[in-house]
C-alpha cells in the first residue's frame, strides 16, 4: 500500500525458508513541513502505510537504521507502533494451535485461516449447500497453487447476471481473504431466510475468489508477513500493477524490487492470466469488487488518470451507495473517490475489470491500520461488506432477466461455468494488449448466451483520444444505457437498453 511504494527487498529465488523479522521496526506518524522534507521521509523509509500521502502527516515503517536517518534529518515524528515484530509474533503465536484442536462450531471467522484453510472451507461449503454452491478451478499459480472459487446462486434460471467478488492480490492483507469467504458463507447460508440475500441469489450468480494470489498469500504464513506481490523471481510482481488495461504507466514500476513493480508485460503472471481466463468465462457479470487492506476506501475507475470514466456519474452514486450502507452497519466510514485520488495506479484490477469486460467494478480498502490486525475485526469488516456487496448485487439485478432453467440444475463441474446464462471461454476482450493468452487454466465452458463484449463494436474514444473496448460500462445504469459507451450515450429506457446488451450475446 502507500502512495509511494518503499522498495521492497529483492530476494533470491525461491523464497527463503527463514522467516523475515521486524525486530526494533517502528511505525512512525512523520510531519513533514513541506513536499521536500515529505521526499526526505519517503527517501528514509522502508515502507509506506498511509493510503494517501501529500501534505500533511505521513505514516511510515521504519527499521532502526532508518529510524536514525529520520531523526538525522530534524523532522517531527509519533512513534505509532512502538515494535512490528510484536504483533506479528502475537499473530503468529495465537494461530500456532496444535493440529486438531477442537474449534467451536460457527467459529471459523473468530480468526485468520491459511490458503489450504480456505480451500477446505469452500469444499464444506459447497458440500454443506449443493442446491447453491459450487466450486470452480479459476486456474494456478505460479508455483503450482490452485486459484479457487465457488459459484452461489439459488433457484436455477437461465439469463442472469453476475458479480464477481475477489480478494488476496495482495498477499499480506490478510483481512481480504476472511471478509470475502465471510461473504460467501453468509450469502450461501442466508439464501432462503435472509430475503435480500434470496432476491440477490435467485437474479443473480455470484462468483467469489477469496485467494488469487496463493503463493504470496502462503509466504505471508511461512517467510514474510509482510509481502505483498506474488513470487516471481523472489521479488515479486505486484498483481494489482499487472492487468492488461493502461498497463506500464507512471502509476507503476519497472523496478523489480519496488512493491509496485508491474512485471516485465501485460498479464505476465499466471494468477493475473487465470483471472482473465476466469472473467471470460463469465460474459453475464456485470459489477466486481476486489478486496484490499488496508484504509477504509471504496476506488472507482479510473486510477491510471485523474480524468473521468464515461460511467463516472454511476460509478461514483454506486460506490457512495456502498458507503451508506457499510457505514450504517457498524458506524465505520468509507470514502468514496476515484482511485486516482488516492494515488494514480496503472494495470489495476478495477480499471482493467471496467474497460475491458465492462464491468462495474470496484477496489475497496477495508478497515484497519496495519496489514496485521485483531482478529476481532473479521466479522464486522464481513458485516459491512456483505451490505455493501448487497448494494452492488442489487444494482446488477437490473441486467438480469432469469427465466427458470429447463434442467433445473446449477453447474456442477469445476471450472465449467455453467450455471448461468451461457459462459463462452471462447472470443476475443476488447482492448487485449498482452499478446499472451492465459494459461491459467480458468474453465472453458459451453453456451453461448451470455452478455458479450467485442472490441470492435463500439468507437467510443476514451480521455486520451484512444479507443475504447465494447464492454465498457456494461453495468452501468440501464436508464442511460450506457452499455453503448456510458453517459456520452443518449438515455434510453431500461428496457431498449436491456434489447441492447442481450442483442450483443457472443456468437
Ligand atoms: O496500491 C494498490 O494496489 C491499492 N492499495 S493497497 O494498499 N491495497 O496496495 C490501491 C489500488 C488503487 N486502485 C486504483 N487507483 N484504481
Ligand atoms: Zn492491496
Not at 507502533?81 to 499473530?91: F, G, K, R, Y
Not at 459447497?126 to 446462486?153: K, W
Not at 509481502?227 to 507512471?250: A, E, I
Amino acid at each position: 500500500m502507500g502512495a509511494v511504494l518503499a522498495p521492497a527487498v529483492a530476494r533470491a529465488d525461491p523464497m527463503p525458508a527463514e522467516r523475515v523479522r521486524y525486530d526494533g521496526h517502528r511505525v512512525v506518524r512523520a510531519w513533514p513541513a513541506d513536499a521536500a522534507e515529505l521526499a526526505e521521509v519517503l527517501a528514509v523509509a522502508d515502507d509506506v502505510w498511509t493510503e494517501r500521502v501529500g501534505p500533511g502527516p505521513v505514516d511510515v515503517r521504519l527499521s532502526p537504521q532508518s529510524l536514525a536517518a529520520l531523526d538525522a534529518t530534524g523532522i517531527d515524528y509519533d512513534v505509532r507502533i512502538s515494535d512490528v515484530q510484536l504483533a506479528v509474533d502475537a499473530e503468529h503465536d495465537r494461530l500456532a494451535v496444535p493440529e486438531g484442536t477442537a474449534q467451536a462450531p460457527g467459529a471459523w471467522f473468530s480468526d485468520f485461516k491459511d490458503g489450504p484453510e480456505i480451500d477446505q472451507f469452500m469444499d464444506a461449503l459447497a458440500a454443506e449447500f449443493p442446491d447453491r454452491v459450487t466450486v470452480e478451478n479459476v486456474g494456478s499459480s505460479l508455483d503450482g497453487r490452485l486459484i479457487r472459487g465457488v459459484r452461489i446462486s439459488g433457484a436455477p434460471a437461465e439469463g442472469k447476471a453476475a458479480l464477481i467478488l475477489t480478494g488476496t492480490l495482495h498477499a499480506r492483507e490478510w483481512l481480504s481473504p476472511m471478509t470475502v469467504t465471510c461473504i460467501a458463507d453468509t450469502l450461501a447460508r442466508e439464501y432462503g431466510s435472509d430475503p435480500q440475500i434470496t432476491d440477490a441469489l435467485d437474479a443473480l450468480e455470484i462468483f467469489v475468489v477469496p485467494v488469487v494470489n496463493p503463493d504470496g498469500y502462503a509466504y505471508t504464513w511461512s517467510g514474510d508477513r509482510y509481502w505483498r506481490k506474488n513470487t516471481r523471481g523472489g521479488h515479486g510482481v505486484d498483481l494489482n500493477r499487472n492487468f492488461s488495461f493502461q498497463w506500464g504507466g507512471g502509476g507503476s514500476s519497472g523496478d523489480v524490487s519496488a512493491e509496485d513493480y508491474r512485471g516485465n508485460g501485460p498479464l505476465s503472471e499466471p494468477e493475473s492470466q487465470a483471472l482473465n481466463a476466469y472473467f471470460q468465462t463469465k460474459p453475464n457479470a456485470v459489477a466486481h469488487i476486489d478486496f484490499h487492506s488496508f484504509s477504509e476506501l471504496i476506488l472507482y475507475p479510473w486510477g491510471y488518470q485523474y480524468g473521468a470514466a464515461p460511467d463516472e456519474a454511476d460509478l461514483s452514486e454506486l460506490a457512495q451507495d456502498m458507503s451508506s450502507a457499510i457505514q450504517a452497519t457498524h458506524g465505520a466510514y468509507y470514502d468514496p473517490i476515484q482511485g486516482s485520488d488516492l494515488y494514480p495506479a496503472d494495470g489495476v484490477i478495477d480499471d482493467w475489470a471496467y474497460a475491458e469486460f465492462g464491468m462495474m467494478s470496484f477496489t475497496i480498502e477495508l478497515r484497519g491500520s496495519d496489514f496485521v490486525v485483531p482478529a476481532s475485526q473479521i466479522l464486522p469488516s464481513c458485516e459491512e461488506n456483505l451490505e455493501a456487496t448487497l448494494v452492488l448485487a442489487a444494482h446488477a439485478m437490473q441486467f438480469s432477466d432469469p427465466t427458470p432453467s429447463a434442467d433445473g440444475g446449477v453447474g456442477e463441474d469445476e471450472g465449467s461455468g455453467d450455471g448461468g446464462p451461457g459462459a463462452d471461454g471462447g472470443g476475443t476482450l476488447g482492448g487485449d494488449e498482452s499478446g499472451d493468452g492465459g494459461d491459467g487454466g480458468g474453465g472453458d465452458s459451453s453456451g453461448d448466451a451470455g452478455f458479450s463484449d467485442d472490441a470492435d463494436e463500439t468507437g467510443a474514444l476514451g480521455e486520451d483520444g484512444q479507443a475504447l473496448p465494447a464492454a465498457y460500462g456494461r453495468g452501468a445504469q440501464p436508464e442511460t444505457c450506457a452499455c453503448r459507451g456510458g453517459t456520452s450515450a443518449p438515455p434510453l429506457p431500461a428496457l431498449l437498453c436491456l434489447f441492447a446488451l442481450v442483442s450483443r450475446r457472443r456468437r
